[in-house]
């Protein structure tokens, strides 16, 4: 094998090699937002894969076969790194005086797991093949250590979202949250709900930018999903500051800024567009006959609602314009249901929670 043969091979390997390095770094161990080609590319791999499988299927179909897509993800970055790992210590065996491209990956085969099933001969090969089963092993202990950090985070996560259902009805709806606070007389704890919530985003805007593999972590319940809990919350806040006759809460317009912010830092990962320059006259996806539906309805189960129905309709599209076109991209991007808001005219109404003395 010629000089120029073994010189190129081991260029090759190196550089390569350091490629596999880096993406397993900055994927699970570097704590900031970073943009993984190699990852990613494997996760966009697998995800049309998954796509063609759901199809046009239902969505409790689609929900059930989409859940397994993250994990399957997780486990093709160490297929892909293991795999290309043991290419480019093939090339570099070769660089190292192995004399075929044979046997030099058959000894790259049987050590990067460290199984040593095939030696090399000579001391030079051998100390590569200790440096090979460390890099083998090393990359299969990142992604044992990063597992309980990935849970840890969802079932923060999933928590706010099911307790969400107490304040919100199941499934959650915007309009539940302020009907459930009327039915117990409690618009004053609603300032509980809109601190959690902010806590929630600024958590959830960290965390789902450096552990990006958890957005695609689908929720336990297929109707309750965090991108709609999310939505839910916002869109609660906004009606509450636009909508009903009471004094307004800066802790509901904390939130809703907690949210759009935390929204961006993820859409801005994803390349999903939004607008910057933001003003009323952009069109949101909630239309006014969809407001006024929902207006009605707490007007029926006793929330006050303003007297002057237009001046609600602008401040809630300024405070909707905010975030409604991160919100639908994700309903799209994540494959999550959208609340129908004209459900609120055929729903039945939450009414008193405490009975007592009645």
């Avoid at 001391?123 to 992604?143: D, K």
């Avoid at 958890?214 to 929720?219: A, K, P």
């Avoid at 799209?332 to 959208?338: E, G, M, N, S």
């Amino acid at each position: 094998m010629s000089v120029w043969v073994r010189v190129l091979s081991g260029i090759f390997g190196v550089f390569l090699q350091l490629v596999v390095l880096d993406a397993a770094i900055r994927t699970f161990l570097l704590p900031r937002v970073a943009n993984v080609r190699l990852s990613r590319y494997a996760a966009r791999s697998i995800a049309v894969v998954f796509r063609l499988i759901a199809g046009k299927k239902s969505y409790p179909t689609k929900d059930r076969i989409l859940s397994l897509y993250a994990s399957i993800a997780l486990l093709a970055y160490q297929v892909v790194w293991l795999s290309l790992s043991l290419v480019t210590f093939g090339f570099i065996y070769v660089a190292s005086g192995t004399s075929t491209f044979s046997n030099a990956f058959d000894i790259s085969g049987s050590n990067i797991i460290g199984l040593g099933i095939v030696a090399a001969r000579t001391g030079s090969v051998t100390a590569l093949e200790y440096i090979e089963a460390g890099i083998g092993l090393t990359l299969l202990a990142l992604l044992i250590a990063f597992i309980p950090t990935l849970y840890q985070s969802f079932q923060r996560r999933e928590y706010a979202v099911s307790r969400l259902t107490v304040r919100a009805g199941v499934p959650a709806t915007p309009w539940g949250v302020l009907e459930i606070a009327a039915s117990v007389s409690s618009y004053e704890r609603l300032d509980e709900l809109w601190r959690e919530w902010e806590a929630w985003f600024i958590d959830v805007g960290e965390t789902h930018t450096t552990l990006v593999i958890l957005n695609y972590y689908r929720s336990p319940n297929p109707q309750q999903t965090w991108i709609g809990s999310a939505a839910n919350v916002l869109d609660g806040a906004a009606l509450f500051q636009a909508a009903v006759d009471a004094e307004p809460s800066p802790t509901a317009g904390l939130c809703i800024r907690a949210g759009w912010l935390s929204l961006r830092r993820i859409a801005d990962y994803f390349n999903v567009p939004y607008p910057t320059d933001l003003h009323r006259d952009i069109p949101i996806s909630i239309t006014r006959e969809e407001f006024e539906v929902v207006l009605d309805r707490l007007t029926r189960s006793g929330v006050p609602i303003l007297a002057d129905r237009d001046a609600a309709w602008r401040d809630f599209v300024g405070w909707r314009v905010n975030y409604d076109a991160i919100i639908e991209r994700f309903y799209v991007l994540f494959t999550c249901p959208r609340t129908d808001w004209h459900t609120a005219a055929v729903q039945p109404l939450f009414g008193p929670s405490n009975l007592r003395g009645l």
